[in-house]
């Protein structure tokens, strides 16, 4: 397979991967004027052979392609909304591993849709304006660093954030 990147795309509530996404854009383009429905139906044919695409979430697998194809034409679109979005900020020491591991033990026990990002380089830890490490940022807002939070704590700054279901 020739190297091509590997775009993530809201998919309900969580981000997945899709690989080749830009270049089946480009094709599905290139096809002329088509429905709505159609851009979908042919990036999804276009994506099948590359990707894990469970027959079951494939109607929002197709959503999520026709947003990013509108996208690409520089169309206005709506995100899908994705839950939490945490980062946990550390160099790989064992203190930011137990925090990477108590924020996963976390997210899972309360079922709460998040984007977990692990970030280790130090660059664009300073970039994010933290000075220590371990840190924990929740929607980009700075919740601990230098420490680790307890699990209380973090069950507690979780729950406070969770999306309400509409």
Do not use: H
């Not at 203190?95 to 976390?106: F, G, P, S, W």
């Not at 970030?119 to 490490?133: F, N, Q, W, Y």
């Not at 601990?144 to 939070?149: D, E, H």
């Amino acid at each position: 397979m020739p190297d091509e990147d590997i775009t993530q795309i809201s998919l309900s509530r969580f981000k997945v991967g899709l690989y080749g996404l830009k270049s089946a854009i480009q094709e599905v383009q290139a096809l002329g004027d088509l429905s709505d429905d159609e851009i979908a139906r042919a990036l999804l044919v276009r994506l099948k052979p590359k990707n894990y695409i469970p027959a079951a979430n494939e109607d929002e697998y197709r959503r999520a392609c026709l947003r990013e194809f509108k996208k690409a034409l520089g169309e206005e679109v709506e995100e899908e909304e994705s839950g939490l979005n945490l980062k946990i900020l550390g160099a790989g020491c064992p203190a930011c591993d137990q925090l990477a591991q108590t924020v996963m033990a976390v997210v899972t026990e309360l079922g709460v849709p998040a984007e977990v990002e692990y970030i280790s380089d130090p660059k664009e830890i300073l970039a994010l304006g933290v000075l220590g490490v371990p840190a924990l940022l929740i929607n980009n807002v700075v919740k601990i660093a230098g420490r680790l939070p307890t699990k209380q704590m973090l069950r507690n700054w979780l729950i406070e954030l969770m999306p309400s279901e509409k």
